[in-house]
């Protein structure tokens, strides 16, 4: 491949003597020239030839300057290099070349042979720095082409994985469908384990996988992580020991990273331990960290691949592993995983004797509780990892989100559908009806999503459950269900449920539905919102909405403010301890049915009545007592903040239109 060159000089002979001194160089196509005499004739020519790979630019050029010129160059030629050509004694102009990114000098008169050497070593930068361009350039478009392909694969396979879930509830299927059944989501569901991890790593290479902390017992975490594996490990015969400190502690941490990198772990100690050999794992917390030991008596990594095994697709191939299934991510991932969490992970490994994993993991201690008022920090005091988010940037607009609340017990299904639903929902999931009984009532959802068919309390319990109870009877429900008989969805429609979807189904179809009912819920809302300055129901006659568990509700408050109104120590706690709710469940509920808190409702209870009052005749400063304000003063101020007006304003008005 020839070097092209451009010779930027206003010297006519250098042409000649260029062409001359070089002219083996160009017979044998190792050195193009072009010629430009001029800054001007220079941008033409660069214009017309853009594959240039060294400019040789004089400084003093009567047009254009070759500094002024340099400056355009990288615009022009990102990927050319110049070298100034300059006169000796001109040592102020070459440093202001050199700062704007000149590669190289010459100085007049020209040495050829040091010409040439400078030729030659620019351009071999040149073809480096190219090359590299173009690599980077590739390992992007792999980079994102994988990632698309990677979520094009993970769809339909959870499509395909959910409908036969849906088949394998059924009982009646004959030994061999059912083993084919299960063989097709055993082997679905290897693969979207592959396809999440090595999403994963994609997602970790390109900075988009946050570290998302969450609240949560860390002991009891990797103990629930530990026992899901009992039953693996008693089909391998090996023994699985688990020793670790009490459990009861709470701090933050990313479970789902936890997860990924100890069974990755794990499931590596299982899998290369032979039946009769044992499995052991040590949890230790300390002040800042957790110290997770993972050891097997399996059969171990020669010294050699050692440094390799935490490689991408690495895997020690001997006679021993080719047995074995994998994909050589496992370990990576972990890896990655534990340094993004700025923990650590080393390993110990004797062939034939076995392997020890050690991970370091920090954890971050419990911020300052939050306070009740606030109904944004509702969520931040959930206990499972897999509910709250301490650390994402997007915290106020994930607030305002709609929260769902999934249950699922296929935790698969569970995730995907979660996931699918993520960006326009804040979603908290439980795999039993009985845990989500507890979520709600502690978290009060927009909308609860439960399949029927559930372990401890099935979907109809549920349903049952959260609509005779008064702190929960407000939040909709959506029952998924594999059958599709009428009297089935009768029975749930029964227990008040909402709405009602066959699985298979489509997931547009929910996200439509619960929309709807989102978007319903917020039309309330806004109509409560709307009516905050009468909200005493019993006055709203005809323009009430069919909502009778909401109104029945907002009757019981007004009822028992009405019976504290003129008690100016009655506050939203007394009124929250009166319907046997706490604070913050009445905070919730209240706010998501009426868009106001319990004290804002007190207080535009107050206000309210106080017109009935005010218009009674009785004098201002009495009827402030009546509606328990000790200040007349103050409660002038709160009445004009909601009216525009103060009290004898709003009289006087009043008066002129009767
Ligand atoms: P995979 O297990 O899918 O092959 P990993 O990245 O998890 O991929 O592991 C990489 C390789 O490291 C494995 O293929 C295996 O050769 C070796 N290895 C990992 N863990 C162990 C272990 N506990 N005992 C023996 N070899 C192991």
Redesign the pocket.
């Known amino acids: 491949m020839s070097i092209k060159i451009l010779i930027v000089d206003d010297e006519v002979l250098l042409q000649t003597l260029m062409q001359q001194r070089f002219r083996h160089k160009i017979r044998t196509g190792e050195y193009e020239f072009r010629f430009a005499l001029s800054g001007r004739q220079a941008l033409d020519s660069i214009r017309e030839n853009t594959d240039i790979d060294v400019v040789l630019l004089d400084i003093n050029m009567p047009d254009i300057s070759g500094l002024a010129l340099l400056a355009q160059l990288p615009d022009l030629l990102p990927l050319s290099q110049v070298v100034m050509v300059s006169a000796y004694g001109d040592l102020n102009n070459i440093r202001l070349a050199m700062n704007r990114g000149a590669f190289d000098f010459v100085m007049k008169p020209i040495n050829f042979q040091d010409l040439e050497t400078t030729i030659d070593k620019t351009a071999r930068y040149v073809s480096q720095l190219r090359e590299s361009v173009h690599t980077k350039a590739v390992a992007e478009l792999k980079a994102r082409f994988f990632d698309n392909i990677t979520h094009e694969f993970r769809t339909p396979l959870s499509l395909i994985l959910a409908p036969v879930d849906a088949l394998l509830q059924n009982t009646q299927h004959d030994n061999r469908t059912r083993h084919s059944l299960l063989t097709i989501r055993q082997n679905g569901r290897q693969l979207l384990h592959l396809i999440n991890q090595l999403l994963d790593l994609t997602k970790l290479e390109a900075g988009s996988l946050p570290i998302i902390e969450l609240r949560g017992d860390v002991i009891l975490f990797v103990t629930q992580v530990v026992d899901s594996f009992r039953v693996i490990a008693e089909q391998k015969e090996l023994a699985l020991f688990f020793s670790t400190d009490t459990a009861g502690h709470e701090v933050l941490f990313d479970g789902d990273k936890w997860e990924k990198i100890l069974k990755?772990l794990l499931s590596?100690?299982l899998?290369?331990t032979s039946p009769g050999g044992w499995v052991s794992v040590t949890c230790q917390l300390q002040p800042d960290r957790v110290v997770l030991t993972i050891s097997?008596s399996?059969?171990?990594?020669p010294a050699e691949h050692l440094p390799h095994?935490f490689d991408r697709f690495?895997?020690?191939v001997t006679s021993l592993?080719r047995s074995y299934e994998?994909?050589?991510?496992?370990?990576?991932l972990a890896n990655e995983l534990t340094r993004q969490l700025g923990g650590t992970v080393s390993v110990e490994?004797t062939p034939a004797v076995g392997?020890t994993f050690i991970v370091a993991l920090p954890v971050r201690p419990l911020p300052e509780t939050a306070t009740l008022e606030n109904p944004q920090l509702v969520s931040a005091d959930t206990e499972p990892w897999l509910f709250t988010r301490e650390s994402a940037e997007d915290d106020d607009a994930d607030a305002a989100k709609p929260l769902i609340l999934l249950v699922e017990d296929n935790s698969e299904l569970l995730a995907f559908i979660a996931e699918s639903l993520t960006g326009l929902y804040r979603v908290l999931t439980a795999t039993n009806g009985r845990d989500a009984l507890d979520i709600a009532q502690r978290e009060l959802p927009d909308v609860v999503v439960t399949d029927v068919m559930m372990p401890e309390l099935d979907g109809y319990q549920l349903t049952r459950h959260l609509k005779n109870n008064p702190t929960t009877d407000h939040i909709c429900v959506v029952l998924l269900t594999a059958r599709s008989a009428p009297a089935s969805r009768r029975e749930g429609l029964a227990e008040g449920a909402d709405d009602y979807l066959t699985k298979p189904f489509d997931l547009d179809e929910l996200r439509l539905r619960l929309r709807n009912l989102i978007s319903r819920q917020h039309k309330l809302r806004a109509f409560f919102e709307r009516q905050m300055g009468s909200l005493l129901l019993e006055e709203k006659a005809d323009e009430t909405p069919p909502v009778t568990a909401r109104e029945a509700f907002l009757t019981k408050l007004n009822k028992i403010i009405e019976a504290n109104l003129d008690d100016s120590n009655f506050r939203a706690e007394t009124m929250a301890d009166e319907v046997c709710m706490s604070i913050r469940t009445l905070t919730r509920k209240l706010t998501m049915l009426t868009g106001i808190s319990p004290g804002r409702l007190v207080r535009t209870y107050r206000l309210r009545r106080a017109i009935d009052l005010l218009r009674q005749g009785h004098p201002i400063a009495e009827t402030a007592y009546m509606v328990g304000f000790e200040n007349p003063s103050y409660f002038t101020r709160a009445f004009k903040e909601i009216y525009q007006k103060t009290p004898s304003e709003y009289l006087a008005v009043n008066e002129h239109l009767s």
């Open positions: 990755n590596n100690a899998k290369f097997d399996g059969i171990g990594i095994i690495y895997q020690v592993t994998g994909s050589g991510i496992g370990l990576a490994s392997t």
